[in-house]
């Protein structure tokens, strides 16, 4: 059985960063497409940050230049590094992963996602 479990939401000051984790178990995420995304309330879920099976990385131009993402493949773990945090960055965010090595339109289509997490939410203060 396929989960992704993420951890590392909470509540932080506007400017502030925060670092979210995915633990990743039944599935090997090391060479699939796997990404973060998040849907705020009364909006639709957007793709931010995804990665590919050889590493090549894509960002939202909301969050290009302020999240990073990576993956640690022997703890099967996904993370996003967020910094410059905004008010608008509040919303659930969820990582999910695809059971193919390329990532395709998934940044703007996210029904391409085959996994997903329930989700850590992020609340951002000003």
């Known amino acids: 059985q396929v989960q992704l479990v993420e951890s590392g939401g909470g509540s932080v000051e506007a400017g502030g960063s925060l670092r979210l984790s995915c633990a990743a178990s039944?599935?090997?995420?090391?060479?699939?497409?796997v990404g973060w995304f998040r849907q705020a309330p009364g909006k639709e879920r957007e793709g931010i940050a995804i990665?590919?099976?050889?590493?090549?990385?894509a960002y939202a131009d909301s969050v290009k230049g302020r999240f990073t993402i990576s993956r640690d493949n022997a703890k099967n773990t996904l993370y996003l590094q967020m910094y410059s945090l905004k008010p608008e960055d509040t919303a659930m965010y969820y990582c999910?992963?695809?059971?193919?090595?390329?990532?395709?339109?998934?940044?703007?289509?996210?029904?391409?996602?085959?996994?997903w997490g329930k989700g850590t939410l992020v609340t951002i203060t000003s």
């Open positions: 999910a992963a695809r059971t193919r090595t390329v990532c395709g339109p998934v940044l703007s289509y996210y029904g391409g996602m085959d996994y």
């Open positions: 039944g599935y090997t995420i090391s060479s699939s497409c």
């Open positions: 990665i590919n099976g050889i590493g090549t990385t």
